[in-house]
Each structure stands twice: as C-alpha cells, then as structure tokens.
C-alpha cells in the first residue's frame, strides 16, 4: 500500500500583491509518493503583468507524477503571463528516482508540448 501525501501551502501565503516581479524562482522537492499541488497555487496566484522568466528547480526524489504538468502549462499560456519569455527548467534527478535526466526532459518536454513548441521551456544546469 503507498500513500500519497500532498504538501501544500498555507492559505494566507500569497504572491498576488507582488506586481512588479520580472523574474519568479521556485523551488520544489518531489519526495517519494508525495504531490506538490501547492506550485501550481503559487503561479495561479501571480499577478504576472511583468512576469518574464520563472525559473523552477526540482529535485526529484520521487515520480515526474508529483507535479501536474499540463496544468502548469495551462497556467502559464494564460493572457496574464503574456510578457512570459522562458520556462527555466533545473530538474536535479536524485538516484532514487525511477528516471534518469534525459528520459526526464523527454517526458516534461511531452508535458509541456505548448511551452516546448513555442520555445519558452529551457532547461538549465
């Protein structure tokens, strides 16, 4: 039996008021059997009138699964991130992951077709 366990942000915590942000850095550990919902929420949130890059670390302990993916990129395609020139993507791939960093970046490149076909998704060092 695995559990999944979702870590999630506190309701007060909020990025809204933040208007001026051109850069947007986040950084998120997928643990094994755990989902990270409160991402998604952080970038929902943002007031991205000037948002042009954000930037998103993850140490991947666990699945690519922990993240909604298409959903994230249905966040970013919206008319809000309009001024959105890239998608930094570091995904640090621990040796307890079932993936290795290539077929990673294949996999989050399927995920992301419109990013990836636009060219706003950049992987990184």
Not at 12 to 27: D, K, Q, Y
């Amino acid at each position: 039996l695995t559990v999944v366990s979702d870590v999630r942000l506190p309701f007060e915590f909020t990025l809204a008021g933040c208007s001026s942000l051109r850069t947007l850095a986040v950084r998120c550990p997928i643990a094994l059997h755990s989902k990270v919902p409160w991402v998604n929420a952080l970038l929902a949130d943002v007031n991205a009138a000037e948002l042009e890059t954000v930037a998103l670390e993850v140490r991947l302990l666990g699945s690519l699964d922990g993240l909604d993916w298409r959903r994230l990129e249905n966040t970013l395609m919206q008319d809000n991130f309009e001024r959105l020139k890239s998608l930094d993507l570091k995904i640090a791939v621990w040796h307890t992951a079932s993936q290795n960093r290539h077929d990673t970046e294949a996999l989050v490149r399927a995920e992301l077709p419109k990013l990836h076909s636009r060219r706003l998704l950049h992987f990184v060092e």
